[in-house]
């Protein structure tokens, strides 16, 4: 593989990154990754593990130089950290992201970019339900998609090497505007995260079931909420801040639809009840057929990242 970036700056040191940084080096894509994450005890565990090739004291001086600077960090705290690494950017260089909300880091971010830098958002969609330094593997991206999307009047030679660099990686990719992959992303994930810390909540406030006989008895429909339920809180409270209105359009949908299924429980509509999750089950049959899980059922016997 041809190396695409010969300094990549990774600010932040998460999972997303320390994934990208182990990817990027089993493939070769770039010639020296620098990173940097605020907190001092992270920074000290990337040197630890040799996360990167140098770990840098301040995201200012991480994209010194860098041909790619990614931003890794809480999609709230992008548009502080663009200020503070604007003036240290490189002419040339390309500065990205991977947060799931798109819109509003656009709009956060981009007045920070200066006169001849480019700047092409993206968005792995890929991840568990852990954090931090210890989390990532290079495997992460395989057969996973990466959307990007450019921000208006980005350059094309940029976007298109970013594009090699995520398939690279592992990724599949694909463009998408910005407004429509919010709404994308609320249906797919946004919404979805938002009912598993709703169900985990109620669990925990359901006083008639111990918490032992949740624990004990976790059937999977439960367990894999709670796996859902344990990702970044940092992260998802700024992503549905940040992604309000597509968040609450489909919250409303959902809302409706499950008045629907609570009448036809209520009044024994069978057929109601089968039509519905025959439809849903299909649309596991092509979540399936496009490579983005398994069919085999492992009852949480097997492997879980």
């Not at 991480?62 to 950290?81: F, K, R, S």
């Not at 990205?96 to 092409?120: L, M, N, Q, T």
């Not at 925990?204 to 976790?218: A, H, P, W």
Request: one cysteine or more; a negative charge.
């Amino acid at each position: 593989m041809t190396v695409l970036y010969e300094r990549v700056a990774l600010i932040g040191l998460g999972l997303i990154a320390g994934s990208m940084a182990l990817a990027m080096k089993r493939a070769g894509l770039a010639g020296e990754v620098v990173g940097h994450a605020r907190s001092a005890e992270t920074r000290q565990v990337a040197r630890e593990i040799g996360l990167c090739d140098r770990v840098a004291e301040s995201a200012a001086e991480a994209v010194e130089g860098a041909d790619l600077v990614v931003l890794c960090v809480p999609v709230g705290a992008m548009g502080q950290v663009a200020a503070e690494i604007g003036p240290a950017l490189k002419p040339g260089a390309t500065v990205s992201d991977v947060g799931s909300v798109k819109r509003a880091v656009i709009s956060a971010v981009a007045p920070h970019i200066p006169e001849g830098v480019h700047f092409v958002p993206a968005h792995p969609l890929a991840g568990t339900e852990h954090s931090g330094p210890r989390s990532g593997f290079a495997e992460l991206f395989e057969g996973r998609w990466c959307l990007i999307v450019p921000a208006e009047g980005s350059d094309e030679a940029a976007i298109a090497r970013l594009e090699a660099l995520w398939q690279g990686m592992g990724s599949l990719t694909d463009r998408m505007e910005a407004d429509h992959h919010d709404l994308v992303l609320a249906v797919t994930s946004h919404a979805p995260h938002l009912i598993a810390y709703t169900m985990v909540g109620v669990a925990d406030d359901l006083g008639r079931v111990t918490d032992s006989e949740v624990i004990k008895y976790s059937a999977a429909g439960f367990r894999d909420f709670t796996r859902i339920a344990a990702s970044d809180p940092t992260m998802w409270r700024d992503v549905f801040l940040n992604n309000k209105d597509a968040t609450l359009e489909i919250l409303g949908r959902f809302t409706e639809e499950l008045f629907a299924l609570q009448r036809a429980i209520r009044i024994g509509d069978g057929d109601h009840l089968h039509a519905y999750f025959t439809r849903t089950r299909a649309i596991r049959r092509g979540i399936i057929e496009a490579g983005q899980d398994t069919d085999a059922p492992d009852f949480g016997r097997g492997k879980r990242v």
